[in-house]
């Protein structure tokens, strides 16, 4: 996220609230800074052994919808071709981790680019049972 010059001074200057005078965008991106902050403080009193697993990446995914189709139909595909899915615009995507679901959300746009807001994680016992199969 680049901020200018006069949204540095803004922030750096700005009483209690560090967000108040900043564009939408960006107030969302500090406001995850701050919860970013706050969910380091739950990991202080981690064991070392698990800090070790910290740093390991895993793919990260987002599923709009599904659909089949024919061979026919995907032979057919061409620039401007819309392709119809299963869920509803209305609907929350499923987050992916690992090729597991483990939360569905909602797509946002900080900046020019997406995101996913988190609305709901998938129940503890519902991932460990997705990990058997």
């Known amino acids: 996220m680049a901020m200018s010059q006069e949204e540095m001074d803004t922030l750096i200057n700005s009483s209690n609230d560090p967000t108040q005078k900043l564009p939408d ?3 969302t991106a500090a ?3 701050q919860e970013h902050k706050t969910k380091d403080k739950i ?4 064991s070392p052994k698990l800090e070790l697993l910290f740093d390991l990446q ?3 995914s987002i599923e709009l919808g599904r659909t089949n189709m024919l061979i026919r139909d995907i032979l057919q595909l ?6 119809e899915f ?5 609907e929350p995507i499923d987050v992916i981790i690992n090729g597991k679901k483990i939360a569905e959300g909602e797509v946002v746009v900080i900046d020019k680019h997406f995101g996913i807001r988190i609305t709901q994680l998938i129940d503890q016992e519902e991932r460990l049972k997705s990990l058997n199969t």
């Open 86 to 90: 299963d869920k509803l615009v209305s």
């Open 58 to 60: 895993l793919p990260v």
């Open 31 to 33: 406001n995850s800074t």
């Open 78 to 83: 061409g620039r401007g071709s819309v392709i």
């Open 25 to 27: 965008a960006q107030k």
């Open 43 to 46: 990991f202080e009193n981690i």
